[in-house]
């Protein structure tokens, strides 16, 4: 684009002057405005560029974040599986609770059992057949 500006420069300059005439001050002008022109596009090309690169880091910013969002669970799932385990963990104390409770259970038992294992066995007699008396409420 700089080139074909400064062809047309060229052109223009070669055109309207001639090679033993000096510029009037017209083509001065000319040439000043065809000089702030370019240094204005190159600015603008310059800057295009800058925000073709800030598309681009923008662009990978969205990509990024559009991960992000896809590999987040879903909130609604996230507190049922919150809930869900807040459930499991009560369950969990339960049962630990009922088996403390059966261990010391086992404990008192096998202490009973060892007490009965160490007590002489008595065998609780039957009395002796006494001889046959009237109940009291029969007089004869």
């Known amino acids: 684009m700089q080139r074909n ?4 420069t060229d052109v223009i300059h070669t055109s309207h002057t001639p090679a033993d005439k000096s510029h009037t001050p017209a083509d001065n002008v000319i040439h000043t405005d065809i000089q702030e022109l370019t240094a204005r596009t190159q600015e603008q090309k310059n800057r295009i560029e800058d925000y073709k690169a800030q598309v681009e880091t923008l662009n ?3 990509s990024r974040l559009k991960n992000i969002v896809m590999e987040t669970p879903d909130p609604i799932e996230l507190i049922k599986l919150q809930e869900r385990n807040e459930g499991l963990n009560l369950l969990i104390n339960e049962k630990n609770k009922r088996i403390e409770e059966l261990t010391q259970y086992k404990e008192d038992i096998s202490a009973f059992a060892h007490y009965f294992k160490n007590v002489e066995v008595k065998q609780i007699e039957a009395p002796a057949v006494a001889e046959k008396k009237k109940p009291w409420y029969k007089f004869w």
């Open 60 to 62: 990978d910013e969205i």
């Open 5 to 8: 500006l400064q062809k047309h």
